[in-house]
């Protein structure tokens, strides 16, 4: 079985949309089109949108994303904090909605980038990924866990942007 590359996009700018488009072409030509098989989750972005990703490439099946299908039930409107004030889910949330659905194909390896990191050649770690039983985790100085944020170590600087799930 192929493994499952999947872009995830919400509502973006014409220049955002620009930029998914160079990172399909790039990331799929880097990493060969027939080496996996590709989709695009999507929420929150409008018909003309949708059909300028869909006409990008023939191989891309489209998925919206629905928040019933979330892991984790995330639909307060607001949360508590330990001083007791309350703050927006939505402004505080993290970037859950990157893994809703959590998978899209748990049999086989999938890696779940955002729609503005492109992919200009394959590096040794996506291969090192695919012949392991690890998780693939992009790492940087800073985080941002939103509420989640108990969960992690801060010194870890997990990020969101490119998960590879064996």
């Known amino acids: 079985m192929k493994p499952l590359f999947r872009w995830i996009i919400g509502g973006v700018s014409k220049q955002g949309l620009h930029v998914f488009k160079e990172s399909i072409i790039k990331t799929m030509n880097s990493l060969g089109y027939d080496n996996f098989d590709w989709m695009v989750c ?40 330990k001083d007791g004030t309350s703050n927006d889910c939505s402004k505080v949330g993290g970037s859950l909605w ?17 729609n503005d990191l492109i992919i200009f050649s394959r590096f ?14 992009l790492k940087e100085s800073s985080a941002y866990f939103g509420r989640y944020e108990n969960y992690f170590k801060q010194s870890e600087g997990y990020n969101s942007g490119f998960i590879g799930l064996p």
């Not at 018909?47 to 984790?72: G, T």
């Not at 659905?101 to 086989?108: I, Y």
Request: one cysteine or more; charged letters at 35%.
């Open 98 to 114: 990157k893994v809703c659905p959590a998978r899209m194909r748990p049999e086989g390896y999938e890696i779940i980038s955002d």
């Open 124 to 137: 040794k770690e996506i291969d090192e990924f695919l012949n392991s039983d690890k998780c693939l985790l």
């Open 42 to 81: 999507h929420n929150n972005i409008d018909k003309e949108d949708l059909r300028f990703v869909k006409h990008l490439s023939p191989r891309i099946v489209l998925y919206e994303q629905k928040w019933e299908e979330c892991a984790i039930p995330d639909f307060c409107s607001t949360i508590k904090n």
